[in-house]
């Protein structure tokens, strides 16, 4: 549940980074030590007021829960992926559209330009053989078409970076961005079930009722397509991970950032885990996650289940100290594993400053030995 | 008409054949007309001659001003016709110091000023210049401009400037026809003294015969010819 | 050997030249201020020029920002969706929406931008610097906008505070959320900037669905695929061109203006030629003596040249420098008057100030020094060929003089000769016809010296018997002098030619254009939406109060006006879709051609009119065609004839309403004109016309027929005003030439006038024998000038107007004019004769005369 707020952080984090980045867009594209001090006077400010907040246990629907929920100020769409070529050549992508709102309620203005919900998104690629990562940022409007989301026929885009269902009925979705030189177009079946997270998908982040949102995942999408470098295009395969976040609630004070894994590993089992760090240097005890059997089955984990240990360290040139490389022990389900990044440069340099990259998995479970693909992402660590 | 006088002086400048005219409307005046002369060095020299006569012509060629239309002007080793203008120039600047009747010191310039220009031009040291003021007496004058001048005033310094970069030759024309009689009276005493002294080889055009008589030699200029015949002289 | 060394040394040599300098200060003054005007005067045309230019730019960048391509649409703009089909469908990020208009609040004008804050082609230019999170406040809460801080500090405005701005006839109320200030441009550059969001810039300008434009950053050579498929994608009405052809069009506009003003600049600079050449051959010839003597002691030609040049060139470095500060502080005049008219004629500039840039100020210096150094190179030349007994001698001076003289009216005659002859060459190109101008009048005034040489010795062999003696001498004096008399007669001359030429032509302009009026604006009454120009914002009047208006029962019949401007390619063309009510004549006068069938054809939706201008530019005549780009793409319209029109030069299409509406989807009417039934008052049907407009919250700008001819040329006299500061500064430098030589005359004349005082003649007279010289002077200057004018005139009127604006005129030769042409002349000479005179009759004769 933790996971969820903190992941809630970030997008708050983004939004305020927005809103400032835009009224700073003539300046540079550095957040000046002026700006922060415009994103803490608006952290102290009360205005969730007018918006739905993540109180109560609902019940999901679909597909409904797929599209926006405009009464919440922040959502997300979050697709990860680990895929490969015949050959063995591996890529890690990462396309996530956020919707943010700027005002609550709906706008009654007569201009088809009138809203008040923006959308961002990221796009990413790992290209290990390349050693290279490249990432992009955009933002558009929920107005004339240009960005949104909608549940039936699923449709989540922003420009022409965008998600959507095929028309045949399959349930498999395709997704497509482009940007400069690069262009994945992907076709992505589900094979595992919608995971709630949290208590019956509510996820709180603290003692306080409110301070949560809702969460569900999918974490294992089979995917197939195509990966174009340049003239250069690649055939793939492999596996992604959604993850499906709406909340209002900002959250709280003393969290300074947050490791998040999401592990899928060769024995049919996926992990989701995410640890919170407070200022003071300490561990979160609300940190969680949940481990998913090959059949959708879920396990919910706590910060004692966990044992978690830095075993590498990046130094991001923008400044900051990222540990890429650790080993996790989960101890319910004797797991031992070595979690190393395909690149150690997976940090994304855009309004906020983050890593999020794709790792591997070397490790054991009791004699068995295990490995895996998997997304990694900290927050919390740039300077 | 050649004009060789007995004189025990070594030739400085000889003329042969010199010729010159002007064309005046439908009239071409002969002003020179196949002159021969020669001068010695250190000689003093006087040409008697009328208004017109040829006297400012002949000192005009001699000084390399204007070229003759035929003839030959040597002075040393120099051949004037075989020199350009700018050649003619610098020959003219080293070798000749003019005097004139009417003067022409340069207005803009101050008495020392004025001394001063012929040996800068010729990158002579400045020295010389308060000795010659020194010479023509007007020390005392030496920062005054030429106007706050009298005219034998003007003219002393006029004969300090052509002396004043130890030329070979000084020309003068009409040097006193601008001064009353005493006044011109001294400053011919001053020239005569002061070429003299430095050895100097003087030109003198005059119209008057007493002027003349100072001079070693005294050639007469008419109808573009030269005469020995003084006495003869047609006033 | 060390040629500087060599000048280093020869202190006394220069100090000899120098000094003749500072011992006439007066002369050295003038001359200086002579040179320094004539440079002042280019830098500051050169730079109003420059900063109307630079303010366009300006503008241009705030319309424009860092896009190389725009889609542009219809007269009604482009429809949103194709913006939204860019970015979904091909994915063309660096793309971004733009609605423009211009406002109006109190006495600013307003450039109102919508923009999509999160579309990110551009915001540099365009933002400049905002405060904290107002970007949020612009998406979501309607009528909030940033304001330019400059402008707002003006208005007495700041963040928070409300303002009503008035936008296409309507006022609204808008929020200021954020100031924005000036970042890398000068306040200046932002001046006037009115940002809001897309949706309230819709709301507010009422285009509902509708984009001014699309900027895109593309990289052509490396996008040449997607620019062919965005053209591909893109419907009939919209266009996809390179930003900088666009604002080519646009400056375009203003082109021929800016080159005219130019052409007064050179004008103004060949009299200011004149001047240094006149000043410097003054300092050369009156040291003739002074240069003779210094040859005779053995001074070369080059030492002597090397002396008078570097003197040249020190007065050069002195007279630019201050002609150049004196420019800057005209230029600061100047640009005022130049952007007004362009406010006037072209296109909204909110820049006023002053751009102080390098390339004028090079320029002017360049030829402030080159001219200089030119001007005195000739007569120092003649001074170091004469030979140095000659030199000794004035009538030697005066005798190269005449030959001169001769030589110079062969120079003249060839020149104007190939002046006329290149009139002949049947081109359109206004080079050419300014080059055979310049050819024209440089001939005509290398003739002038001569001219007054055969009239003073006529005057001299006629008045021989009938003055008495000191008219005589006067007289005399101009010719024996021409050598100092001749350029500055020359000169004034050119300038009251100019004077003349400019009034003849301006004169026959306002004629034809009141001409014009009288014909073409026949209704009673004109209102129209308030538009404050530029080619893409058209106000437009609400339709039902065009109907109430209609249904007045004063009114005979009305004519429905649309303006707009159309983009193809690099052109821009206006079109103006007109509709009469049965019963009312077209006031248009058409060239040529059969008027009854071509208005039939015209009526009829068969074929289109072309003013003018458009025709000449463009090079159309009847039964062409002109193809313009239409909402249902490009289409060729016939020409059924060509109608005189004075109101813009780059020409207009005149089409009937129901034509336009078979093309355009635009609907809307910019404006009305009121036919009244006999016997109805004007005044009554205004307060009826404005009750209706009231009643329909519509801002209306409403003009009798007498005042919209008497605001027409109101605007008509500003836009020359800037014509007669340049011909007034022209004077004054001749005036100056003129002071000078006269100066330089007297001060030669001294020993004569001293030996004239001797003689008898008493100061008075002497004053009168100065003052009669240089009247006579004057007289000749101003006689000359008026056949030199005429041509100017003549050259003005058919060609370089034809070429620039494509404006035929009848001439209209005013004799009056020509009269205080002459009293100008005379006037100026008069003037400038007061202190030499003064000063001669003061001079004690005996001091005179003691100087050899």
Not at chain 1, 278 to 299: A, H, N, Y
Request: glycine share 8%; aromatic share 8%.
């Amino acid at each position: 549940m933790i996971v969820l707020m903190n992941r809630q952080q970030s997008g708050l984090l983004f939004i305020l980074a927005m809103l400032l980045m835009m009224s700073a867009c003539s300046q540079s594209a550095d957040i000046t030590p002026e700006g922060n001090a415009g994103i803490s006077s608006f952290l102290e400010s009360d205005d969730n007021k007018g918006y739905t907040r993540a109180e109560k246990i609902r019940e999901f629907r679909f597909p409904e829960d797929h599209g926006a929920h405009p009464d919440y100020r922040t959502e997300w769409w979050y697709f990860t992926g680990n895929l490969a070529t015949e050959e063995g050549r591996h890529f890690g992508y990462q396309l996530v559209l956020f919707r943010f709102a700027l005002k609550p309620g709906r706008t009654t203005r007569t201009s088809n330009w009138a809203t008040n919900q923006v959308y961002m998104a990221h796009l990413a690629l790992t290209d290990v053989a390349a050693q290279e990562f490249k990432f992009y940022e955009r933002f558009a409007r929920n107005a004339v078409g240009l960005a949104g989301a909608r549940a039936e026929p699923f449709h989540v885009w922003l420009d022409n970076w965008q998600v959507k269902s095929v028309n045949d009925d399959s349930g498999t979705w395709v997704l497509q961005a482009s940007e400069e030189n690069l262009e994945i177009a992907l076709t992505l079946s589900p094979s595992k079930p919608i995971v709630l997270q949290g208590d019956r998908g509510l996820s709180r982040k603290g003692p306080s009722a409110g301070n949560a949102s809702y969460y569900y995942s999918i974490t294992r999408i089979d995917t197939k397509g195509t990966i174009t470098l340049g003239e250069q295009r690649h055939q793939v395969t492999g596996l992604s991970w959604l993850d499906r976040e709406w909340s209002t609630s900002a959250l709280n004070e003393d969290q300074e950032g947050w490791d998040w894994f999401s592990l899928q590993l060769t024995n049919g089992y996926d992990l989701m885990y995410y640890q919170l760090r407070r200022k003071d240097g300490s561990i979160e005890p609300f940190s969680s996650g949940t481990l998913i059997g090959p059949q959708g089955g879920t396990t919910t984990l706590r910060a004692e289940d966990i044992i978690l240990e830095t075993r590498d360290v990046w130094e991001s040139p923008q400044g900051g100290r990222y540990p890429v490389a650790w080993r996790m022990k989960i101890l319910p389900a004797g797991l031992d594993l070595e979690i190393t990044p395909y690149l150690h440069a997976q940090e994304l340099d855009t309004t906020v400053r983050y890593w999020e990259g794709a790792v591997s998995i070397q490790g054991r479970q009791g004699d068995e030995k295990i490995a895996g693909n998997g997304y990694l992402e900290m927050t919390g660590y740039a300077q | 008409m050649a004009q060789s006088p007995a004189t025990n002086h070594s030739p400085l400048l000889s003329l042969r054949g010199l010729t010159h005219s002007y064309r005046e409307g439908e009239r071409v005046r002969q002003v020179l007309d196949h002159i021969d002369l020669d001068i010695g060095e250190g000689e003093f020299i006087a040409i008697l001659g009328r208004s017109g006569s040829g006297k400012s012509t002949l000192f005009n060629l001699i000084s390399g001003i204007d070229q003759p239309q035929s003839g030959e002007i040597q002075m040393l080793e120099t051949r004037l016709s075989a020199l350009n203008e700018h050649d003619r120039t610098m020959y003219r600047r080293r070798n000749i110091g003019f005097i004139y009747q009417f003067f022409n010191l340069l207005p803009t310039l101050t008495v020392r000023e004025n001394l001063l220009l012929p040996l800068e031009l010729n990158k002579l040291p400045p020295d010389r210049a308060d000795e010659l003021l020194a010479a023509v007496e007007l020390t005392d004058r030496a920062d005054s401009f030429p106007d706050c001048l009298s005219g034998g005033e003007q003219q002393r310094i006029a004969i300090a400037r052509a002396l004043v970069h130890d030329p070979g030759l000084v020309l003068a024309d009409e040097p006193t026809g601008n001064l009353d009689m005493q006044t011109g009276q001294h400053i011919l005493e001053m020239l005569d003294r002061l070429v003299r002294q430095s050895g100097k080889t003087l030109v003198l055009a005059t119209h008057s015969r007493a002027v003349a008589e100072k001079a070693d030699r005294v050639l007469a200029l008419a109808d573009g010819k030269f005469t020995t015949n003084v006495e003869a002289f047609a006033w | 050997m060390d040629r500087a060394l060599a000048l280093r040394r020869q202190k006394i040599l220069r100090l000899a030249s120098l000094r003749y300098l500072l011992q006439h200060p007066w002369q050295l003054a003038l001359t200086i201020i002579g040179i320094a005007l004539g440079i002042a005067i280019i830098v500051a045309v050169d730079l109003a020029n420059e900063s109307a230019t630079r303010a366009f730019q300006v503008s241009m960048e705030n319309i424009s920002g860092r896009a190389t391509h725009q889609i542009v649409g219809g007269p009604s703009g482009l429809d949103e969706s194709i913006y939204t089909r860019l970015r979904t469908e091909l994915g063309v990020r660096n793309s971004a929406p733009v609605l423009e208009a211009y406002g109006a609040s109190g006495n600013e004008t307003l450039h109102l931008i919508g923009i999509d804050p999160l579309a990110d082609a551009r915001q540099g230019s365009r933002f400049g610097t905002t405060e904290d999170g107002v970007i949020q406040e612009l998406i979501t809460t309607p009528n909030t906008a940033l304001l330019a801080a400059p402008t707002a500090s003006r208005m007495n405005l700041t963040k928070g505070d409300d303002f009503e701005v008035s936008l296409g006839g309507r006022s609204y109320r808008l929020h200021i959320v954020g100031l924005i200030k000036p970042q890398n441009q000068s306040a200046a550059a932002i001046e006037g900037l009115l940002i809001t969001d897309i949706s309230t810039a819709q709301e507010i300008t009422n285009y509902l669905g509708r984009l001014s434009w699309v900027d895109l950053v593309l990289d052509a050579n490396a996008d040449a695929a997607l620019v062919e498929k965005i053209k591909a994608s893109l419907p009939a009405d919209a266009e996809l061109v390179p930003a900088a052809s666009r604002s080519n069009a646009m400056a375009q506009m203003s082109k021929a203006f800016r080159t005219n003003l130019m052409a007064m600049g050179l004008m103004a600079l060949i009299v200011g030629m004149f001047l240094v050449y006149n000043t410097m051959t003054f300092m050369v010839i009156q040291r003739r003596h002074l240069l003779g003597t210094l040859r005779v002691l053995g001074v070369t030609r080059r030492e002597l040249f090397q002396v008078i040049l570097s003197e040249a060139l020190l007065v050069g470095v002195v007279a630019t420098l201050l002609g150049l500060a004196i420019g800057v502080l005209l230029g600061q005049g100047l640009v005022h008057l130049v952007t007004r008219t362009i406010n006037d004629l072209y296109f909204v500039v909110t820049v006023t100030d002053l751009q102080l840039s390098a390339t004028p100020m090079i320029k002017a210096a360049l030829l402030g020094l080159g001219g200089t150094l030119i001007a005195a190179f000739i007569p120092t030349l003649e001074a170091a060929l004469t030979s140095p007994q000659a030199a000794l001698r004035r009538s030697t001076l005066e005798a190269h003089t005449h030959v001169f003289i001769s030589r110079l009216t062969v120079a003249g005659l060839v020149l104007f000769t190939a002046g006329l002859l290149l009139l002949l060459i049947p081109s359109t190109a206004i080079f050419l016809g300014f080059t055979s101008l310049f050819l024209l009048i440089l001939g005509m005034s290398f003739m002038a010296p001569l001219l007054v040489m055969k009239c003073v010795h006529l005057c001299n062999r006629w008045g021989s018997t009938r003055f008495d003696i000191t008219t005589r001498l006067a007289i005399r004096g101009i010719s024996d002098a021409l050598s100092r008399t001749g350029t500055a007669i020359a000169a004034l001359m050119l300038a009251v030619a100019t004077t003349i030429g400019v009034s003849i032509m301006i004169d026959s302009f306002r004629s034809s254009v009141v001409d014009w009026l009288e014909t073409t604006m026949r209704a009673d009454i004109y209102l129209s939406a308030p538009d404050l120009g530029s080619g893409r914002s058209y106000a437009a009047l609400d339709t039902g109060l065009i109907r109430n208006i209609q249904s007045l029962p004063g009114i005979a019949g009305v004519s429905e006006g649309r303006q707009v401007t159309i983009e193809s390619g690099a052109l821009l063309t206006e079109v103006f879709a007109l509709r009469f009510s049965a019963g009312i004549q077209p006031g248009f006068k058409l060239k040529g051609g059969d008027p009854p069938s071509i208005w039939k054809a015209y009526l009829n939706g068969d074929a289109v009119l072309v003013s003018e201008p458009l025709a000449y530019h463009r090079g159309l005549q009847p039964g062409d065609t002109i193809e313009l780009r239409t909402d249902r793409g490009p289409q060729a319209f016939g020409i059924a004839g060509v109608y005189y029109d004075y109101g813009s030069e780059q020409g207009k299409v005149l089409m009937e309403r129901d034509l336009y509406n078979q093309y355009f989807q635009d609907r809307e009417t910019g404006g009305l004109g009121l036919y009244l039934k006999p016997g109805v008052e004007v005044d009554s049907i205004i307060e009826q016309v404005k009750a209706l407009a009231a009643q329909a919250g519509q801002n209306i700008r409403l003009r009798s027929n007498r005042d919209i001819r008497a605001y027409t040329l109101q605007i008509f006299d500003r836009t020359f005003a800037i014509t007669h500061v340049l011909r007034l500064l022209a004077i004054l430098v001749a005036f100056i030439g003129i002071l000078t030589a006269l100066m330089a005359l007297q001060l030669e004349r001294a020993k004569e006038i001293a030996v004239l005082r001797a003689t008898g003649v008493t100061p008075f007279e002497v004053a009168k024998i100065i003052t009669l010289q240089t009247g006579v002077m004057g007289l000749l200057a101003g006689l000359f000038a008026i056949p030199t004018g005429l041509v100017l005139s003549q050259v003005l009127i058919h060609v370089i107007n034809k070429r620039s604006f494509g404006w035929s005129m009848e001439s209209l030769i005013n004799v009056n004019e020509l009269f205080a042409a002459i009293v100008l002349a005379v006037g100026a000479a008069l003037l400038a004769a007061i202190y030499p005179s003064w000063k001669m009759t003061r001079t004690a004769p005996a001091l005179a005369l003691r100087e050899e």
